[in-house]
């Protein structure tokens, strides 16, 4: 088992910035892929970002690229979400999710979820 916690999460105006946190642990070894991903209301989750825990296999949604950075502590155990440029449309629960696979994107290929974060960007 993996377990899973997300922080950093708040309100903050539109071109401000956020560093989301996601503190794992449990058999980390069992899951390298960790990943960020969103959900807003009325709207299906979705995948931010993924990292490994060796730092690899880095991958954006096109809708962040060039203004979100997914970035890892492994001594820490931590993986982080730098969100730059932040924009209304970014408004969203922020989930972190692991996986065994390190390649994967979608969202039955995560075993293990935390809470999530809530994140508001106001206009």
């Known amino acids: 088992q993996v377990q899973l916690v997300e922080s950093g999460g708040g309100l903050v105006q539109a071109g401000g910035s956020l560093r989301l946190s996601c503190a794992a642990s449990g058999r980390t070894f069992s899951a390298p892929a960790l990943a960020w991903f969103r959900q807003a209301p009325g709207k299906e989750r979705e995948f931010v970002a993924r990292?490994?825990?060796?730092?690899?296999?880095?991958a954006y949604a096109d809708s962040v690229k060039g203004r979100f950075t997914i970035s890892r502590d492994s001594t820490e155990n931590t993986v982080y979400l730098q969100m730059n440029s932040l924009r209304p449309e970014d408004t969203a629960v922020y989930l972190c999710?692991?996986?065994?696979?390190?390649?994967?994107?979608?969202?039955?290929?995560?075993?293990?979820w935390g809470q999530g974060t809530q994140v508001t960007v106001s206009s």
């Open positions: 999710a692991a996986s065994r696979w390190p390649e994967v994107t979608r969202i039955n290929e995560f075993a293990y």
């Open positions: 990292i490994t825990w060796s730092g690899g296999w880095i």
